[in-house]
């Protein structure tokens, strides 16, 4: 267990359809990133947050958006969603990215169907 | 142009032997870190094993190791006396520079430990 929680586990929704994953950081961990995982793009890199701020983007489309609140968790939040945005999601997070040696730790995924 | 390259899209290995996982890497930053992943059929991302670039000695965690090749951009996973809960995909990453560069992931290879 990395101390990393997500929910839900799945989601099965309909195309068109708006919905929020949510991700809570291991304690101690500032920074919260997300990554989708599909069978043809591999891993990828969506947003990172660190202490509520957006730190860093990568090939997030703007149907997706995402939040660090207060409280250090997170939302991921994607909008009319298409067949092909159907994958696992992850959150992960780590103490200090400034360091080289930061370690991300998963989540164990929130696994998305778009019928 | 991708940074990191895992050419072995599947490895069988027998039990208790030990099996080398093999990753290639590209930049052109001299500060970089590396990471290995497991992700088992349940569908979590496991963290295993770092490696920075400015390490002198091949980072080791119990059972793995990293075959740390600066000059060839190498950095293979050793593990060693392979187990049945070894079966996974396993994920090389890297990650550039200092300062919320995000993980760069391979597209892993699948280990399967055969009785």
């Known amino acids: 267990d990395s101390g990393v929680t997500q929910t839900p586990k799945h989601l099965i929704t309909a195309t068109g359809q708006r919905v929020t994953l949510r991700c809570s950081p291991r304690?101690?961990?500032?920074?919260v990133y997300w990554y989708q995982q599909s069978l043809d793009q591999g891993l990828q890199f969506l947003i990172q947050?660190?202490?509520?701020?957006?730190?860093a983007k990568g090939n997030i489309l703007e149907r997706f958006s995402a939040q660090q609140f207060p409280d250090l968790h997170s939302e991921l939040n994607l909008s009319s969603l298409e067949l092909g945005d159907s994958a696992l999601y992850f959150c992960?997070?780590?103490?200090?990215?400034?360091?080289?040696?930061?370690?991300?730790?998963f989540g164990p995924g929130t696994r998305l169907t778009v019928l | 142009a991708q940074k990191i390259t895992q050419t072995q899209p599947g490895m069988f290995v027998q039990e208790k032997e030990a099996v080398t996982l093999d990753c290639t890497y590209d930049?052109?930053?001299?500060?970089?870190?590396l990471f290995w992943y497991k992700q088992p059929s349940s569908g979590e991302m496991i963290f295993l094993i770092y490696?920075?670039?400015?390490?002198?000695q091949n980072a080791t965690e119990g059972r793995y190791s990293l075959n740390f090749q600066k000059a060839r951009k190498s950095a293979n996973l050793v593990i060693s006396a392979s187990q049945l809960g070894d079966s996974a995909m396993y994920f090389c990453?890297?990650?550039?520079?200092?300062?919320?560069?995000?993980?760069?992931f391979g597209k892993g290879t699948r280990l399967s430990v055969i009785a």
């Open positions: 930049t052109s930053d001299p500060s970089y870190g």
């Open positions: 490696q920075g670039s400015y390490d002198q």
């Open positions: 992960a997070s780590s103490v200090t990215p400034r360091a080289i040696t930061d370690t991300q730790y």
């Open positions: 304690s101690g961990d500032l920074s």
């Open positions: 947050y660190y202490n509520g701020e957006e730190r």
């Open positions: 990453a890297m990650r550039e520079g200092s300062g919320n560069t995000p993980l760069v």
